[in-house]
């Protein structure tokens, strides 16, 4: 096996790349190819988490511009990253790599809630974790 600088990375991968050719929304086909790329780092034996962005379904920024309230605006694209990050997981799991969803919002019927030292104990294991929610507070 070929050594690595890093044995854990941390890849962010823009909710807009999860669109593909679509004006909005989910291409099941894109996520399934950023899927089969993630799977080729995992692997290599790399302990990999992700951050997956929302702006394919909600920008909070826009829905302020819109007059929506700032925050709940934030809040809105914090659930967007949960519902792209819930469809990552689903990709990654029909290729057979261990993955979990932890989120900074309490949505406790799809995803773990954030704890640190679960996140490491994931990786260790081999699993992909995939961070939603931002940092489950509006304005950042």
């Not at 099941?28 to 089969?36: F, G, I, L, N, Q």
């Not at 909070?60 to 792209?84: F, H, K, P, Q």
Request: glycine share 12%.
């Amino acid at each position: 096996m070929t050594s690595f600088k890093y044995k854990r990375v941390l890849l962010k991968i823009s909710g807009e790349s999860l669109m593909g050719k679509q004006a909005y929304g989910i291409d099941t086909d894109m996520v399934s190819r950023v899927a089969d790329e993630i799977k080729g780092v995992v692997d290599q034996g790399i302990q990999v988490s992700l951050v997956i962005g929302g702006g394919n379904i909600f920008r909070g920024v826009s829905g302020a511009a819109a007059g929506m309230e700032r925050a709940t605006g934030d809040y809105m694209g914090m659930l967007a990253t949960v519902m792209n990050a819930l469809a990552m997981q689903s990709a990654l799991e029909q290729k057979d790599v261990p993955v979990r969803v932890m989120s900074a919002l309490p949505i406790s019927a799809v995803c773990e809630p954030y704890i640190r030292r679960r996140a490491m104990r994931h990786m260790e294991k081999g699993r992909i974790v995939i961070f939603a929610a931002g940092t489950g507070n509006p304005f950042f």
